[in-house]
């Protein structure tokens, strides 16, 4: 079931840029790790970006390009996506665990989202 809730996506042309928000549990965004993850049809889902109070962690393939960034007041956390590509069209998920370290595998959290869709087109 969706524990998370994401928005913004939507359809963007290459080069654009969109911004993802999360709306989770306080405990969660303020103490523990939360990441986005995304998934292509027929791929397997795959890790984005990760933060917590101990800092960020970023995927290659989205280096320089994503910012994620958290606010705690607002329980939220941000997907900020610059220069976007047409290899970056998924469905980006929220996640949630309840450890701080940052993990790029998606079994690491039991928190999750619906998912928002992003398209980009060439």
């Known amino acids: 079931q969706a524990q998370l809730v994401e928005s913004g996506g939507g359809l963007v042309p290459a080069g654009g840029s969109l911004l993802l928000s999360c709306v989770a549990p306080?405990?969660?965004?303020?103490?523990?790790?939360m990441a986005w993850f995304r998934q292509a049809p027929g791929k397997d889902r795959e890790f984005v970006a990760a933060?917590?109070?101990?800092?960020?962690k970023y995927a290659e393939s989205v280096q320089g390009r994503f910012i994620i960034s958290k606010d705690n007041v607002q329980s939220t956390v941000y997907l900020q996506m610059n220069s976007l590509s047409v290899g970056d069209t998924a469905v980006y998920y929220c996640?949630?665990?309840?450890?701080?370290?940052?993990?790029?595998?998606?079994?690491?959290?039991?928190?999750w989202g619906q998912g928002t869709q992003v398209s980009v087109s060439s």
């Open positions: 996640a949630g665990r309840d450890l701080s370290n940052l993990a790029e595998d998606p079994s690491a959290y039991n928190f």
């Open positions: 306080r405990i969660i965004v303020q103490s523990s790790a």
């Open positions: 933060i917590s109070w101990a800092g960020v």
